[in-house]
């Protein structure tokens, strides 16, 4: 079962812009660290932005720092993340992933995979030149 669920991915020009989408059917996200990651075939997945349960911390890779911004609504059980000034290095598969959390302050590297207990199917993002 599908713990969660991305959408907004599409293709779109160089320097365009999306909003990405990640819900839960089943868990409360309220209570967990979320994570867009991105992948592109025959690569590792990638960390990009990370959100604490409460929406207070927010991190973000160097890649995206600037361009990308996360956000979430606890009460619509929705994190989401707008991508500006796309590139056609942003293009990728993109994951968001959940991570129990009892603080709120991300304690360790939240680029670390493993940690991680629920992940979605993943949204393309595709960015032509």
């Known amino acids: 079962q599908t713990q969660l669920v991305e959408s907004g991915g599409g293709s779109v020009q160089d320097g365009g812009s999306l909003r990405l989408y990640c819900t839960a059917p089943?868990?409360?996200?309220?209570?967990?660290?979320v994570t867009w990651f991105r992948q592109t075939p025959g690569n590792e997945r990638e960390a990009v932005a990370g959100?604490?349960?409460?929406?207070?911390?927010?991190y973000y890779s160097d890649s995206v720092k600037d361009r990308f911004t996360i956000a979430r609504r606890n009460s619509n059980n929705t994190i989401w993340m707008q991508i500006n000034s796309l590139k056609p290095e942003d293009t990728a598969m993109y994951y968001c992933?959940?991570?129990?959390?009892?603080?709120?302050?991300?304690?360790?590297?939240?680029?670390?995979?493993?940690?991680?207990?629920?992940w979605g199917q993943g949204t393309q993002v595709t960015v032509s030149s």
């Open positions: 992933a959940a991570k129990l959390s009892t603080l709120d302050k991300f304690r360790g590297d939240w680029t670390e995979l493993p940690g991680y207990a629920y």
């Open positions: 959100i604490s349960p409460t929406g207070l911390y927010q």
């Open positions: 089943v868990i409360r996200l309220a209570n967990h660290f």
